[in-house]
């Protein structure tokens, strides 16, 4: 009798066994019920618990035992990465799972355009929500000591492009990537440079550059007014150009550059001060780093804008045609 009882029970546990696999199988195969796409955002530090209750509370039919069964499974309630996904209507159990541990994070865009400087670098990050605050925009110090750079400021040392990053990466991270990119874009132009350009090092390239691409928006005069910098370099004349005083002004710059402030000295004020400025003034494109390491050939000296509404300049190899150009350029204009 004893036995008949120990050979049901074993029966009646081989059938419940049996059923609960076929149960478990049919749920995992099966696509969970969504009628619409799913953003769910893991958050660093969650639990796997926590997950599964993020998933219910956005109505995503998962079955919570089976699902963290499967999970055990496959030796991942550990793996799940922070980031926002997406669910797409149709997934399984495990696929979900896998997005997880093995997919791609929602990602979201930052742009730095060219010929931006530090400061609106970080007033754009600060009012992007995504993004996690770690900077003071002022202590520039301790930016360079996380960036890993020995220079002063991180002023022209980040590329200027668009970055993906995942939701609540951190500033740091953003900058990183972009000052990495730099360096490699910098090194790539110092390796194959022109000779005997008046530069001493790829630092004082970037910071030329950045002159270059402050001076004008239009691709073809870069090589132009690049020349016009090197010639003038070489003889020790002095560089004179706009864009560093109002980057040395700062906050005194109100849109309308006065003639005494081009008389006040400041690091910056390259009609006063001889030689490139201490740090770039903006993020300079690749093409304006090329452009100070490959500058066109001529004889200009001197260069002034059309007033066209289209960028251009005039250039000039004296100073009586330049002072003729702007007469009929800027002063009659």
Same mark, same amino acid.
């Given at each position: 009798?004893r036995?008949?009882?120990?050979v049901?029970l074993?029966?009646?546990f081989?059938?419940?066994? /049996?059923?609960?696999?076929?149960?478990?199988?049919?749920v995992? =195969?099966? =696509?969970?019920?969504? $009628?619409?796409?799913?953003?769910?955002?893991?958050?660093?530090?969650?639990?796997?618990?926590? /997950?599964?209750?993020?998933?219910?509370?956005?109505?995503?039919?998962i079955?919570?035992?089976?699902?963290?069964?499967?999970?055990?499974?496959?030796?991942?309630?550990?793996?799940?990465?922070?980031?926002?996904?997406?669910?797409?209507?149709?997934?399984?159990?495990?696929?979900?799972? /896998?997005?997880?541990?093995? +997919?791609?994070?929602?990602?979201?865009?930052?742009t730095?355009?060219?010929?931006?400087?530090?400061?609106?670098?970080?007033?754009?990050?600060?009012?992007?929500?995504?993004?996690?605050?770690?900077?003071?925009?002022?202590?520039?110090?301790?930016?360079?000591?996380?960036?890993?750079?020995?220079?002063?400021?991180? $002023?022209?040392?980040?590329?200027?492009?668009?970055?993906?990053?995942?939701?609540?990466?951190?500033?740091?991270?953003?900058?990183?990537?972009?000052?990495?990119?730099?360096?490699?874009?910098?090194?790539? $132009?110092?390796?194959?440079?022109?000779?005997?350009?008046?530069?001493r090092?790829?630092?004082?390239?970037?910071?030329?550059?950045? /002159?270059?691409?402050k001076?004008?928006?239009?691709? $073809?005069?870069?090589?132009?007014?690049?020349?016009?910098?090197?010639?003038?370099?070489?003889?020790?004349?002095?560089?004179?150009?706009?864009?560093?005083?109002?980057?040395g002004?700062g906050?005194?710059?109100q849109?309308?550059?006065?003639?005494?402030?081009?008389?006040?000295?400041?690091?910056?004020?390259?009609?006063?001060?001889? +030689?490139?400025p201490p740090?770039?003034?903006?993020m300079?494109?690749?093409?304006?780093?090329n452009?100070?390491?490959?500058?066109?050939?001529?004889?200009s000296?001197?260069?002034v804008?059309?007033?066209n509404?289209q960028?251009t300049?005039?250039?000039?190899a004296?100073?009586?045609?330049?002072?003729?150009?702007?007469?009929?350029?800027?002063?009659?204009?």
């Amino acid at each position: 009798m004893r036995v008949k009882i120990v050979v049901v029970l074993l029966l009646v546990f081989c059938v419940s066994a /049996i059923a609960l696999w076929a149960e478990y199988c049919r749920v995992v =195969s099966s =696509s969970v019920v969504l $009628e619409h796409p799913r953003i769910i955002d893991i958050s660093k530090g969650d639990s796997f618990n926590q /997950i599964t209750r993020k998933l219910l509370k956005q109505n995503v039919n998962i079955r919570p035992l089976w699902f963290k069964l499967l999970a055990y499974e496959k030796q991942i309630t550990n793996k799940l990465k922070a980031g926002e996904y997406e669910l797409k209507v149709g997934l399984t159990m495990p696929e979900i799972l /896998i997005l997880f541990v093995k +997919g791609t994070p929602r990602q979201y865009a930052i742009t730095f355009p060219e010929g931006w400087n530090f400061k609106q670098i970080i007033d754009r990050i600060q009012r992007n929500p995504h993004l996690e605050k770690t900077l003071s925009r002022d202590d520039f110090p301790a930016i360079m000591l996380q960036l890993g750079s020995q220079h002063p400021s991180p $002023e022209g040392l980040l590329f200027p492009d668009t970055y993906f990053f995942d939701k609540n990466a951190s500033d740091l991270s953003v900058l990183k990537t972009a000052y990495t990119k730099m360096q490699r874009v910098l090194k790539t $132009e110092w390796d194959t440079r022109e000779k005997n350009i008046p530069l001493r090092n790829a630092y004082e390239a970037l910071i030329l550059a950045s /002159i270059v691409e402050k001076e004008t928006g239009v691709a $073809e005069e870069r090589g132009q007014i690049a020349g016009v910098f090197t010639r003038r370099l070489r003889k020790r004349m002095l560089l004179q150009t706009d864009p560093t005083v109002i980057y040395g002004m700062g906050a005194r710059y109100q849109g309308n550059l006065r003639y005494r402030d081009l008389r006040r000295p400041t690091p910056y004020n390259t009609y006063v001060v001889r +030689g490139l400025p201490p740090t770039p003034i903006a993020m300079p494109s690749q093409a304006a780093i090329n452009a100070v390491l490959h500058p066109e050939k001529g004889k200009s000296l001197y260069f002034v804008a059309k007033g066209n509404g289209q960028g251009t300049h005039v250039f000039s190899a004296t100073l009586k045609e330049h002072n003729n150009a702007v007469n009929k350029y800027q002063r009659k204009r």
